[in-house]
C-alpha cells in the first residue's frame, strides 16, 4: 500500500507497553493529537483488562489487542469470540499454531463481532522479531533460514483467511511476493538510528520500514520510553515524511 500524506498517522502504531492506566494516560497526554493507533500487548491487558480497551476506544483511538492466541482450535476459537465482543480494529494469533487454529480463531472473531460491525483484523505472528537466525535454528531446533520459515507462516495464514501477518519490515518484500500485495503486513522491529536496540535482532529504521512495504509499523520504546515522547513521535514521522513521500 503507498504512503499517503493523510493516512501516515493511521499506520503507526504505538505499543503501550505499561502496567497501569495511569501510566497509559499520562503516555496519552504527552502524545494528545499526535497518534491514532495504539497496541494494548499483555502487560497492560492482563493488568486492567478490557476496560483499557474501552478507554482507548473512548479517547477515539484505534487498537491492536496484541495477545498473540497460541491455543487447540477449540481454546482459540472461544479466545477470540470473547476479544470480538470488546470493538477492537485488530487482534493476533500465532501462525505456529496451523492451519486449523488460525481458522477456528477466525470463525470465533467472526461470532464475537457485534452484528452490523466490521470483523477485526485477523493477523499471524510469524517469528517474533526479538528472534534471530541463530536462535531460530539452534535454540528453537526450526531449520531453515527466518525469511523460508516466515513466508511459511505467511502462507499458512493466507489460506486460514487472515488479513495478515507480524514479521520483521526485512521479510515484507518476500511476503508480498508469496501472499499478494493485498495481505497485510504489521512490523515491530522498529527502530530509528537514535535508538537503542535492546531485545530486538530483526530490524529496520521506521522509513525503511514503509519503504519496504510495510502496511502498518508498531513502534514503542523509541517513543514511550524517550523523556520526550511528543519530540520523538515528531521526528520519527518527519523522517518517514522526507523519505517515503
Ligand atoms: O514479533 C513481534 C511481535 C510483537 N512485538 C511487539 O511489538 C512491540 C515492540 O516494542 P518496541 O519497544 O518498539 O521494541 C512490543 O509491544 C512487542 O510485544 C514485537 O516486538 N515483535
Redesign the pocket.
Known sequence: MPLQPTDIRERMIV?L?FSTKKDVTQCLARLDGLIRYV?V???LYYAEGPAIVHYLKEQGLKVFL?L?VHDIPNTAKGAMKSLGRHGVDMV?VHAAGGVAMMEAAREGLEQGTAAGAPRPLLIG???????GQQTMNEELAIPGTVEDVVVHYAKLAKQAGLDGV???PLEVPMIKQAAGTDFLTVT????PLW?EK???TRITTPEQAFQLGSDYI????????SPDPAAAWERIVNAVQAACL
Request: aromatic share 0%; proline share 3%.
Open positions: 505499543a507497553d497496541k500487548g499483555m502487560e496484541d498473540k493476533n505472528v510469524t517469528m517474533l522479531t526479538s528472534t507480524v514479521a520483521s515491530p522491529g522498529i527502530r535508538a535492546g531485545d530486538q508498531v513502534i514503542g520504546r523509541a517513543v514511550t520510553a
